[in-house]
């Protein structure tokens, strides 16, 4: 398994602002990913973080509003950019390892937008 | 806390009896899939998995079945506890960089 973590747990923001998500695993990993699950949702896929290049965006999702960096293998941020009520969501941090197959998650960032 | 699963399909079992929760995936390329079980306020839990070479895998006191004829994975708690209660979610992975998630089942046990 993986121990990831997150911070923050949980913010609160303003519309208009930014918030920047940290995710920090316990061990290198193949693939880091970011997903959102919005109240009462499955999750979805916002972009794989590459270690050293841009992040692959999911169709729906673009770099100027979720910037993602992963300055190395167990390390990764996503910004939620110029935020409205609508960005209101939990985002996750998922690491894949690829010698297991096996997919984990971080405990959620939980955002509301005021 | 913020709550998962509000809108979503619930099952309600009683303590003791065997859960059945269903899932249609839908692309017939995915050859790994799992189940994950999420608890309020917190992320998804890694249960159960199954690649598409397989029709069944057993764990401990879960099962989930692969029926790829009808794109069809279940998964099979038995004697439910109240401490199962949570959403359950399966997800197909048809290439490393995607899980697909369904949309998922609240599962409720009852005394």
């Known amino acids: 398994s993986a121990v990831i973590s997150q911070k923050p747990s949980r913010d609160i923001c303003q519309r208009g602002t930014s918030l920047t998500i940290q995710c920090q695993v316990d061990s290198q990993v193949t693939m880091m990913f970011w997903y959102r699950q919005q109240p009462g949702q499955s999750l979805t896929l916002i972009a794989t973080a590459n270690q050293g290049s841009e992040a692959t965006y999911e169709s729906g999702f673009v770099i100027d509003k979720f910037p993602i960096s992963r300055p190395n293998l167990t390390f990764s941020t996503l910004t939620v950019s110029n935020m409205s009520p609508e960005d209101s969501s939990i985002y996750l941090c998922?690491?894949?390892?690829?010698?297991?197959?096996?997919?984990?998650f971080g405990p959620g960032t939980r955002l509301t937008v005021t | 806390g913020e709550s998962v699963g509000l809108h979503l399909p619930t099952l309600s079992v009683q303590e003791g009896d065997n859960s059945i929760i269903n899932c249609a995936y839908s692309?017939?390329?995915?050859?790994?899939f799992i189940w994950y079980k999420q608890e309020s306020g917190k992320g998804p839990q890694f249960i159960i998995d199954i690649r598409s070479n397989m029709d069944k895998r057993q764990g401990q006191r879960v099962t989930v079945l692969l029926n790829k004829t009808v794109k069809h994975l279940s998964l099979q708690i038995a004697a439910t506890q109240p401490g199962d209660s949570a959403v359950y979610f399966c997800a197909e992975r048809s290439r490393p960089d995607k899980l697909i998630f369904g949309t998922g089942t609240r599962l409720q046990v009852f005394p």
């Open positions: 998922s690491v894949y390892r690829a010698e297991t197959y096996e997919q984990y």
């Open positions: 692309n017939s390329a995915s050859d790994y």
